[in-house]
C-alpha cells in the first residue's frame, strides 16, 4: 500500500509540474493570428521622381528620402481594410525585405544600418489619384508612431503599430536619418510571392 501511495504521489507532482510548465508555456508563448495584406483588402501607391501619377498596387514598397532636387527619392502609401483589425489595440507588423539599395552605388546592397520611422497618415487619399507631391506631403505631415532599424544583414522587419489607428488613413514610412540606403518590401499585391506578403501578428 505504502508504495501505491508513493506513486500516486510522484504521478500528482508530475501532473501538477507540467501544469505550471503549460501555463508558463502559454503566458510567454500567447497563442498569435497573422492577419496577411492582399489585394482583396489593401491599396498603396508607390511614386517617385520619374513617375509623377503614382504607381498603384505596385510589387514593392519603396521607402528612402525626399530632397529638394527631387533626386532618386521615392514614397509609398498603405491602406488596408481588415475588419477583424479595427478593435485591436496593437499589432506586430511584419515586413520581408526585397531590397536594401546603397543610393549612390547602384546594385550594392546597403552596407550601413539605416533608421525608419513608421508614420499614421492624417488625411484622407485616393490610391487613384494621389501622385508624387501628394505623397511627398503625406509623408512629411504624418504622426509618427513607431521605428524600427533596418541592418544591412535582416531579410525582415517587425514593429509594433496601434493598429486600430491606421484604419482610416492608413500608414507611410519614412527615413529617420542621413544614411544613404533606401528599402524596398514585397507588397501585398506581388501573388508570385505571395508567402512574403506583409502582414499583422496579433496575440490571441
Same mark, same amino acid.
Given at each position: 500500500?505504502?508504495? &501505491?501511495?508513493?506513486?500516486?504521489?510522484?504521478?500528482?507532482?508530475? #501532473?501538477?509540474?507540467?501544469?505550471?510548465?503549460?501555463?508558463?508555456?502559454?503566458?510567454?508563448?500567447?497563442?498569435? /493570428? &497573422?492577419?496577411?495584406?492582399?489585394?482583396?483588402?489593401?491599396?498603396?501607391?508607390?511614386?517617385?521622381?520619374?513617375? /509623377?501619377?503614382?504607381?498603384?498596387?505596385?510589387?514593392?514598397?519603396?521607402?528612402?528620402?525626399?530632397?529638394?532636387? /527631387?533626386?532618386? @527619392?521615392?514614397?509609398?502609401?498603405?491602406?488596408?481594410?481588415?475588419?477583424?483589425?479595427?478593435?485591436?489595440?496593437?499589432?506586430?507588423?511584419?515586413?520581408? #525585405?526585397?531590397?536594401?539599395?546603397?543610393? @549612390?552605388?547602384?546594385?550594392?546592397?546597403?552596407?550601413?544600418?539605416? /533608421?525608419?520611422?513608421?508614420?499614421?497618415?492624417?488625411?484622407?487619399?485616393?490610391?487613384?489619384?494621389?501622385?508624387?507631391?501628394?505623397?511627398?506631403?503625406? =509623408?512629411? &505631415?504624418?504622426? $509618427?508612431?513607431? !521605428?524600427? @532599424?533596418?541592418?544591412?544583414?535582416?531579410?525582415?522587419?517587425?514593429?509594433?503599430?496601434? $493598429?486600430?489607428?491606421?484604419?482610416?488613413?492608413?500608414?507611410? #514610412?519614412? =527615413?529617420?536619418?542621413? $544614411?544613404?540606403?533606401?528599402?524596398?518590401?514585397?507588397?501585398?499585391?506581388?501573388? !508570385?510571392?505571395?508567402?512574403?506578403?506583409?502582414?499583422? #501578428?496579433?496575440?490571441?
Amino acid at each position: 500500500m505504502k508504495n &501505491n501511495s508513493s506513486k500516486k504521489c510522484v504521478l500528482i507532482a508530475v #501532473i501538477i509540474v507540467l501544469g505550471i510548465i503549460a501555463i508558463l508555456f502559454y503566458l510567454f508563448n500567447p497563442p498569435t /493570428k &497573422n492577419y496577411f495584406l492582399n489585394s482583396g483588402n489593401t491599396h498603396s501607391v508607390v511614386s517617385d521622381e520619374y513617375h /509623377k501619377t503614382g504607381t498603384v498596387d505596385a510589387w514593392v514598397y519603396h521607402f528612402g528620402e525626399w530632397t529638394p532636387n /527631387k533626386a532618386e @527619392t521615392y514614397g509609398s502609401l498603405i491602406k488596408f481594410n481588415i475588419l477583424e483589425l479595427e478593435n485591436e489595440k496593437t499589432a506586430m507588423l511584419h515586413l520581408n #525585405i526585397q531590397a536594401f539599395d546603397n543610393k @549612390t552605388i547602384k546594385g550594392q546592397r546597403c552596407s550601413e544600418s539605416k /533608421k525608419f520611422n513608421v508614420k499614421k497618415i492624417l488625411s484622407s487619399w485616393d490610391y487613384k489619384t494621389v501622385g508624387y507631391s501628394g505623397i511627398e506631403n503625406l =509623408q512629411n &505631415n504624418g504622426e $509618427v508612431i513607431a !521605428n524600427f @532599424t533596418v541592418d544591412p544583414d535582416d531579410s525582415f522587419v517587425e514593429v509594433e503599430l496601434p $493598429v486600430s489607428e491606421l484604419a482610416a488613413n492608413g500608414f507611410t #514610412i519614412s =527615413q529617420a536619418d542621413g $544614411v544613404l540606403c533606401r528599402v524596398s518590401f514585397y507588397s501585398h499585391s506581388d501573388d !508570385n510571392n505571395s508567402e512574403k506578403h506583409p502582414y499583422f #501578428i496579433v496575440n490571441n
